[in-house]
């Protein structure tokens, strides 16, 4: 039983920065593999990033390779996206996800998400 909210979004200039939390209740989410995924306007979820139990392993899309980075703080049950250069093109509603396993998995291996955050881009 996870419950995930997502906070941060909110509109940007272009090259801009935002930074997105995930807050997940639990405590055991220090076992948990997060990761985000977004859904832009009439386009299909995409992954974004994947964070592992003990953040020793991440994994990133490459359309935002080297522009964000994902993290966690397992002491405060929270993971984050930082999001710098932002363009256009990351318009989207940001999910985040839980997998209780711990691993890295697939995008069907999440069990639990959230109910998202908007993030918009102004050029």
């Known amino acids: 039983q996870v419950q995930l909210v997502e906070a941060g979004g909110g509109l940007v200039q272009a090259g801009g920065s935002l930074r997105l939390s995930c807050a997940a209740s639990?405590?055991?989410?220090?076992?948990?593999?997060m990761g985000w995924f977004r859904q832009a306007p009439g386009k299909e979820r995409e992954f974004v990033a994947a964070?592992?139990?003990?953040?020793?392993?991440?994994k990133y899309a490459d359309s935002v390779k080297g522009r964000f980075t994902i993290s966690r703080d397992n002491a405060k049950n929270t993971v984050y996206l930082q999001m710098n250069s932002l363009k256009p093109e990351d318009i989207a509603v940001y999910y985040c996800?839980?997998?209780?396993?711990?691993?890295?998995?697939?995008?069907?291996?999440?069990?639990?998400w959230g109910q998202g955050t908007q993030v918009t881009v102004s050029s």
């Open positions: 639990g405590r055991t989410f220090s076992s948990y593999a």
């Open positions: 996800a839980a997998h209780v396993g711990g691993m890295l998995v697939p995008a069907t291996g999440y069990g639990y």
């Open positions: 964070i592992n139990w003990s953040g020793g392993s991440t």
